[in-house]
């Protein structure tokens, strides 16, 4: 009881490059294609999957199925769990919430617990866009002598302005943002002001990760 996604003539299909999970996934809506930003760059998640292999749950008397938007793996423990996305009116509406409950408790019995995202957590600024810019320029290419040189310097002189690692590393602006933006979205640096609560851009303090 896997979907597959395909063209539709009803609705948009989305597609995310994963580089934590190695995958292209579709999704159907832009919320939940937004939603794996968030899970790509989640720490305690060691991957996801879009469109997960779904379960029969009985819900007023009946036999439904189910199909999750998302199913997620912990970093640590290995616990599967699994999300539905939802938009913010439509989960607090009582008939949603009634067969949520359902949905959880068949999940429970599976040992895959389920959880519920909203858009009002999916769509927090200015995390969101911060997340898509380090989705941008994330690669999956071993660390070059530059990326090495960038994290030796801020090593030394950090927490700096990504600003002032062009002309301290003499590399050419553009190039030196992308690779500092790659080692913020490896975790080989992190920010000294939340992504969560501050806009990530040139003028943002960076450091080694202890």
């Known amino acids: 009881m896997k979907r597959k996604l395909g063209k539709s003539r009803n609705k948009r299909i989305y597609g995310f490059n994963s580089i934590k999970s190695m ?22 998640i060691s991957s996801f999957e879009a469109q997960p292999l779904g379960y029969e749950y ?3 008397g009946r036999t439904a199925k189910y199909t999750p938007d ?10 599967e769990e699994i999300l539905e996305i939802k938009a913010e009116k439509e989960a607090h509406s009582r008939t949603f919430q009634e067969i949520f409950t359902h949905k959880q408790a068949a999940a429970e019995e599976l040992n ?7 858009e009002s957590e999916i769509r927090k600024e200015p995390l969101l866009s911060n997340l898509k810019i ?5 690669t999956s290419d071993p660390l070059g002598n530059e990326h090495y040189d960038i994290l030796d310097l801020i090593g030394t002189q950090g927490p700096i302005q990504i ?3 062009p002309e301290a590393t003499r590399l050419e602006k ?16 992190i920010t000294e002001k939340t992504l ?15």
């Open 23 to 44: 995958r292209h996934f579709r999704v159907e809506s832009s919320l939940e294609f937004e939603a794996c930003y968030h899970l790509e760059f989640q720490a305690n």
């Open 58 to 60: 009985q819900s007023f």
């Open 70 to 79: 998302f199913k997620t793996t912990d970093r640590h423990s290995n616990q």
């Open 112 to 118: 895959t617990p389920l959880n519920l995202l909203t």
């Open 134 to 138: 380090l989705h941008r320029y994330r």
């Open 163 to 165: 600003n002032t690692v």
């Open 174 to 189: 553009s190039h030196c943002y992308r690779m500092v933006y790659d080692l913020l979205a490896r975790g080989f640096l």
């Open 196 to 210: 969560a609560d501050f806009p990530l851009n040139s003028l943002s303090l960076v450091r080694v990760r202890p």
